[in-house]
């Protein structure tokens, strides 16, 4: 029943396809390039990638000098935006101030300012001339976390400069759903549509900012035991996908410096146990120092017992859920993978902001660990489908391509032996795409793929953009494309990954049915809860039979859907009648055969 079903939908699918594919642009419209969705991205100061103009920055060196970054900057308390004028004349008097950003978090709310200054001798001084509080039960902790009190006479004879503004004010506001939905009934395309998503949804300036201030209290706090320590953000934060208020994935290093020849030697505690129980030690002692020591820092949790032990914790002065693990780079390694995916083509991040908040809408995702597929699950799917569409030219090359372009300069092997050596510098990287598809048509295109793909026995591979047999038996597989023996979606079962083909089918079927005359067209349409669809597929499972269809959730409640064209309308009453038909007689087929038993 399921796979006739599959024949009626992909064939009114397909015809509408004929007639729809006319109204579609197929020339590639560069992101920002003339349309109406300019006015909807986010104000602020320039950044590390648009001061690098149009020149490609690798991963590794956007990360140092966003370290660099943090070395230069404090974060200071303050009782409201416009505390940032006596800030400013307070710091100035030790250093030279560059930026300061203001933003805030809580429900009272508490304000704060992050201020840059020119060199990080500058944060040095600062740090040096602050003082502890007066509170007997406060930890004497030095960090670039402060608080601004209240100003004394001598401090308001200070002149203030009245030239210096702030960059930015409430950096860190998270624009409402309702202003989102409102952005986008007011594009004129649905490929317009998921630009405007992506541009008013991703991770800014100051929420980067702040994670890497973050990863810096985590440096200092071991810098006087381990001086040659560094953290690393990975994940969401850093790779290009990132939103705003999502979480920060932070790898702690404590040796991070190539050894010298030199015949002075350190003596060090020698270490006993496997290296998984050691590694838990170093999680479980690094965890007791931030609960105890570092301000800011909350709902400390020691997970211990994961394949890699973790930290969490709630960092309360940025508002932002943080994840520390130690040693292992490969995470690091794999933003970066999906950071270069992101900077090949603009097309790219913007179609997996759409699918992630599309997966989120019809509740594919969850916040919480378990069945459900993860935006990481579903970033890779779409690189996938990018590598190789089935009805149009590749956008993205494989992995493997990369490899085999890879330089002296791109050879990084993890602690853990697994060789993460690709092409990290794409201004050596000569090929172009020759898709010119949309953004709406790839969106189209990946639902259509994916509601027709047999996750049954096919595993999806980026190294070399194929799909192959599974290895073993998993609802979903997806190859873990720098440690190939793991299985990304390992933990989706059997009834999610119908339900997100089941999305998929229903979100093509959408795109392709509507028309801009309705308020809620295009993606919104897309968005809609998977409660409120009429044409939701139910199933009632039997031990004994085979899935049966409620076809009357399909035809006999009505649905304003409006067509295109006549003709379609028409051929789609045909669809609808002659189906009704074949299910009966199989019904009553079915029915036989339960008499004769």
């Not at 998503?197 to 381990?226: C, H, P, W």
């Not at 590598?387 to 853990?416: E, I, M």
Request: contains cysteine.
């Amino acid at each position: 029943m399921s796979s006739f079903f599959n024949r009626f939908s992909w064939k009114y699918m397909s015809l509408k396809r004929v007639f729809h594919i006319n109204l579609r642009s197929h020339q590639y419209r560069q992101l920002n390039s003339g349309s109406g969705f300019q006015n909807c991205t986010q104000e602020g100061v320039k950044d590390v990638e648009t001061e690098e103009s149009n020149k490609f920055v690798p991963f590794l060196e956007r990360i140092n000098l966003r370290r660099s970054e943090s070395k230069r900057s404090i974060l200071v308390q303050v009782q409201s935006a416009e505390s940032y004028k006596e800030l400013y004349t307070c710091c100035s008097t030790v250093g030279t101030v560059k930026n300061m950003f203001h933003y805030t978090t809580g429900v009272e709310p508490m304000h704060f300012i992050l201020v840059e200054f020119t060199k990080e001798s500058d944060v040095l001084n600062i740090l040096s001339t602050s003082s502890y509080s007066d509170e007997s039960q406060a930890v004497p902790t030095q960090s670039q976390f402060l608080w601004f009190k209240a100003s004394n006479r001598k401090l308001g004879k200070l002149k203030q400069n009245k030239s210096f503004k702030l960059s930015i004010q409430n950096g860190t506001e998270i624009i409402a759903e309702s202003e989102v939905r409102d952005k986008l009934r007011q594009c004129r395309t649905v490929s317009d549509q998921m630009n405007v998503l992506y541009d008013i949804t991703k991770l800014n300036d100051v929420g980067t900012r702040l994670r890497y201030l973050i990863a810096r209290q985590i440096e200092s706090m071991v810098s006087g035991m381990f001086p040659y320590a560094s953290v690393y953000p990975f994940g969401s934060s850093v790779n290009g996908y990132g939103k705003m208020g999502c979480d920060l994935d932070l790898v702690l290093r404590l040796m991070d410096k190539k050894q010298n020849d030199s015949r002075l030697i350190f003596h060090s505690k020698a270490t006993s146990g496997s290296d998984r129980s050691i590694n838990q030690r170093y999680v479980e002692a690094i965890g007791d120092q931030i609960y105890l020591f570092l301000p800011g820092c909350s709902q400390v949790r020691r997970i211990l017992q994961a394949r890699i032990p973790i930290i969490k914790y709630h960092h309360q002065l940025t508002d932002v859920e943080c994840d520390l693990s130690m040693t292992n780079m490969s995470g690091v390694y794999m933003s970066d993978f999906l950071y270069i995916m992101g900077e090949l083509d603009d097309r790219v991040k913007p179609l997996i902001f759409t699918i992630r908040k599309w997966a989120k809408e019809v509740g594919l995702t969850n916040m919480s660990p378990g069945r459900w597929m993860t935006n990481f699950s579903l970033t890779l799917l779409v690189l996938a489908f990018l590598q190789k569409p089935p009805n149009s030219q590749p956008v993205l090359p494989s992995l493997n391509a990369l490899v085999k372009l890879a330089g002296p300069d791109d050879k990084y092997v993890t602690a853990d032996g697994i060789d993460c050596s690709f092409l990290r510098n794409l201004n050596k990287y000569n090929t172009r795409t020759k898709n010119r598809e949309t953004l709406e048509s790839l969106l189209t295109e990946f639902f259509e793929y994916y509601s027709q793909f047999d996750f049954a026995s096919k595993a999806i591979s980026l190294n070399e953009a194929v799909t192959l047999t599974k290895p073993e038996f998993s609802a979903m597989y997806i190859i873990n494309p720098l440690e190939r023996g793991l299985n990304v979606s390992k933990n989706v079962s059997l009834e999610e990954v119908e339900r997100f083909r089941q999305e998929a089918r229903n979100a093509a079927w959408m795109l392709q049915s509507q028309e801009k005359k309705i308020p809620n067209w295009g993606l919104l349409s897309v968005f809609e809860n998977r409660a409120k669809m009429d044409f939701k597929l139910n199933f009632a499972i039997n031990a004994k039979h085979s899935r049966l269809m409620n076809v009357k959730t399909l035809f006999d409640k009505e649905e304003e859907v409006v067509f295109k064209n006549e003709e379609i309308k028409q051929e789609i009453r045909e669809i609808k009648k002659e189906t009704r038909q074949n299910i009966k007689e199989i019904q009553g087929n079915m029915k036989r055969q339960n008499t004769r038993r």
